[in-house]
């Protein structure tokens, strides 16, 4: 269906009269339904792991980062150290990761992914990730490098409201403390 055929979308949950930005726009569209879609690949994925959302969120980080110490993974998942410790936890009860010292400071610990569990990920994944490989083969040169400019604007303005997000949920903390 080419564009001008699509029906014009809204959040359900959106009251009538509320102006969303973009809304009817098509890229914008196509970005909802990516997030949509990469919501629900993380939770089938989860739970053919067993793990939830964070868990998947740390072992995606371990993956793709290498082994971390548990205060860099709460860094990366923009949680706190003890709920890093937590995952950490739930994570090595589940078999898919190992704690391990530090090669060079005694004192650190390091998290590593299990390699049984990265193969079953992304057995899981490879489809999901030809496919995107063989549409970013597709493009042009100069296309791509458009299609990574855009990507990596979204990327900070997703990384800019997690962190005023995040900022907001610590100003409410403290206001409540007060």
């Known amino acids: 269906m080419n564009p001008a055929e699509r029906p014009a979308r809204r959040y359900a949950a959106i009251?009538?009269?509320?102006?969303?930005?973009?809304?009817?726009?098509?890229?914008?569209?196509r970005l909802q339904e990516v997030g949509v879609l990469t919501v629900v690949v993380g939770q089938r994925l989860g739970r053919a792991l067993g793990i939830n959302p964070?868990?998947?969120?740390?072992?995606?980080?371990?993956?793709?980062?290498?082994?971390?110490?548990g205060r860099e993974l709460a860094d990366r998942l923009r949680?706190?150290?003890?709920?890093?410790?937590?995952?950490?936890?739930?994570?090595e009860r589940a078999g898919h990761v190992r704690r391990r010292a530090h090669e060079t400071d005694r004192r650190k610990v390091l998290v590593d992914p299990v390699e049984e569990s990265v193969v079953r990920l992304l057995?899981?994944?490879?489809?999901?990730?030809?496919g995107v490989e063989r549409l970013v083969g597709a493009l042009s040169p100069a296309d791509r490098e458009?299609?990574?400019?855009?990507?990596?604007?979204?990327?900070?303005?997703?990384?800019?409201?997690?962190?005023?997000?995040?900022?907001?949920?610590?100003?409410s903390r403290i206001e409540v403390n007060s």
Do not use: C, K
């Not at 949680?79 to 994570?91: E, F, G, M, P, Q």
């Not at 057995?123 to 030809?130: A, E, N, S, T, Y």
């Open 15 to 29: 009251p009538a009269g509320v102006s969303t930005p973009g809304a009817d726009n098509d890229v914008m569209e």
């Open 54 to 69: 964070t868990d998947l969120a740390a072992m995606d980080r371990l993956i793709t980062e290498g082994p971390l110490t």
């Open 79 to 91: 949680i706190s150290t003890a709920a890093s410790t937590h995952v950490v936890d739930r994570l």
């Open 123 to 130: 057995d899981h994944l490879r489809p999901l990730l030809g």
């Open 146 to 171: 458009v299609v990574s400019r855009f990507l990596g604007d979204v990327v900070a303005v997703y990384t800019s409201a997690a962190d005023a997000m995040t900022a907001d949920r610590q100003v």
